[in-house]
DNA sequence: GCTTGTAATATTGTATACATTATCCATTAT
DNA sequence: ATAATGGATAATGTATACAATATTACAAGC
């Protein structure tokens, strides 16, 4: 069960069914860019990797490919998704819609305590961007918009952001090591959270509305600088 | 290979793999209601009932349950997972902020030929609703969001847009046979198609928001009153 | 030199076998 | 009579075997 060989290795501690933890495995390795885009999954070699059979490996092969991060063609075999330009701007049309449907929400139903949170991670957001420790950008910001995700108090919702901001992430890596001043989305954020605050619902929603899209654009351009970028070629762009 | 036996039936004129036409007869029946909600789905049972083995089928509840369609319990087995209606309202929240980017795209994009399409689409969607022709109600409809979907030109959001529907469709048969006259909706429907040609993105985008509060709205009615129905129980409501 | 055909290899698709665990029922003790 | 316990049964989790197809390499012909 354990792994023998180099590549992948699994994280045993947890009591979930193997699947599950294969399943998490590939997607993070997909996620994070180990697995690069284009690369072809062989079912044989990830299950060895691994120290298991195929079974598992098929089933969170098929589910990634549900979700979109893996491609499948019948008979020839599964690919890491390449994402394209135009891939990375429908999915962030689709994430401004359901964030600015979150914050809405969460302008009706957050609670103080989950206000109260707001403040504090984007205090602590505030913190990393002077600092600029790109582990604490990342983290504090995924934070407060997670915070918010709950507090609209829609699960689903919640689901389906975080499942089309981890497919994004394979870009933000990128992209944060190329942006030199974070702290003006400090000032964003407190927005954003001073009309959740007072429950005015469409005003947060285009607080965000303005926040996301000036962050998408910012991660356009990176694209395009990806794109020049002779060493990222296997970005399929 | 073939369906030897009662249950569900496989359709193998396509020239699919084996597993795909399970997984969408699986899913076909989960969305019809032919597997009701809180059933449980054992993989041997299935498995026979299709006359395939249990790799496919176990890799088919994989997927449905990734979708939302399927509850598993580890060690236990899956359910196909029933709704309640705060399940269905958040359905609906999230429909209504994608149908609203859906148009606004739309507006922005839509060529001669689409509208032309919608104009047509609609006044068949009027005959049906004329006639109390339930299945060319639901078809026109559907046809209707469809082409506007595909006039946003954002291959991702019609994806989800549509996986939702098809969620939201296994309460939708009830749904249309309790209401009487759809025809206040031609002119809904009429109204964003005439925002859309004109390329008014902000209005398009408004009168979509209208159209799916509206139905959802009578939806949810209809399901306050299927929960009062002794013979749905099984719905978990 | 390039293309085409064919055999060898590798990989996917499906089925089945085995191990583990949950469920159910009967028996027994309180 | 009821509750608890134990075994039989059945289901899931995983691994492996086999068949069908795709890929590759190499050789023969143009």
Redesign the pocket.
Known sequence: ?LDEKKGLTLDISSCK???EIVFETIRCAIITGELQPGQ??????L?EEM??????V?ESIRKLELEGLVK???????YVTPMSVNDLKEMMEIRRALEELAAELAAMNATEEEIEKLYDANRRFGESALANDEAGIIKNDMDIHDIIYEASGNKKLLAMINSLREQMQRFRAEYVHRIEDKTPLVDQHMEIIKKIENGESALAKAAVSEHIHSTGDDMLQVLYAVKNDKNKNEWAL
Chains 1, 2 share one sequence.
């Open positions: 069960m069914p193997l699947r072809r999954l062989m079912e044989v070699r299950a120290g298991v059979s195929r079974t598992p098929r499948m063609v019948p008979r020839r075999g599964a």
